[in-house]
């Protein structure tokens, strides 16, 4: 079956422009989960949605925000980018809510570059 | 806040060789993963542990839940040229609303020249 898909894969922004990801998860999979990857902070949590209610979220200013459409899909937006804002955005999905049971699998990322 | 400290940063291996790698936190967990990820793909799923002393093998690679539950180990035997990427370790608490992942900073493993 097909793997997690993001788009657009890659991107480039301007500061103070703002910007949304796209994440189709696994057919079946009702949980999505968005990360940020920089090489100086590592991996970083920025939330959950399940049945299109955000369930977690993480330490990221409220620039960061997403949703989940009734067939699963999911889009982040980050508003007012800046610099710090360029990176790796990995969306995981999983059957139910992650609670580290189970397993989440991770789409390849959009690499959002802000100039 | 919470973190992970993963070491060693980065690693050389020569086909053959075994390599060993580590995650420790002044936390505690009671969930530890293993991922490997490579250029331009999302992290894959390697080991996962639930239950502290927990030793788990998957083929060559064997993983460890540390009795204190603050570290983790992953062993990967006889390392062959694929075995190449970078590995992190991610520990979590589950259940309840706050459940979510924190992952070390990653070993990314290479071939010796």
């Known amino acids: 079956k097909a793997g997690v898909t993001q788009t657009p894969r890659y991107l480039i922004k301007t500061r103070g422009q703002q910007v949304t990801l796209s994440c189709s998860p696994i057919?079946?999979?009702?949980?999505v989960s968005w990360y940020q990857q920089t090489p100086g902070q590592g991996l970083q949590f920025l939330f959950e949605y399940f049945s299109e209610t955000q369930r977690n979220k993480g330490n990221f200013p409220g620039r960061f925000s997403g949703r989940q459409f009734s067939n699963s899909r999911s889009e982040m937006n980050v508003s007012t980018l800046e610099l710090g804002d360029s990176a790796l955005y990995l969306c995981?999905?999983?059957?139910?809510?992650?609670?580290?049971?189970?397993?989440?699998?991770f789409g390849p990322g959009t690499r959002l570059t802000v100039t | 806040g919470q973190q992970l400290n993963q070491s060693p940063q980065s690693m050389f291996i020569q086909e053959g060789e075994d390599v060993s790698m580590n995650c420790t936190s002044s936390?505690?967990?009671?969930?530890w993963l293993w991922y490997k990820q490579d250029p331009g793909e999302g992290p894959v799923l390697l080991i996962a542990l639930y239950k502290a002393g927990e030793l788990t093998s998957n083929g060559r690679l064997t993983a460890q839940f540390g009795i204190t539950r603050k570290d983790s180990f992953l062993n990967i035997s006889a390392s062959i040229p694929s075995d190449v990427g970078i590995y992190f370790c991610a520990a979590m608490n589950y259940g309840g609303s706050q459940g979510n992942l924190i992952f070390g900073k990653g070993t990314k493993l290479s071939v010796k020249p």
């Open positions: 995981a999905s999983s059957l139910a809510p992650f609670t580290g049971m189970g397993e989440q699998y």
């Open positions: 057919s079946g999979h009702r949980s």
């Open positions: 936390s505690i967990f009671n969930t």
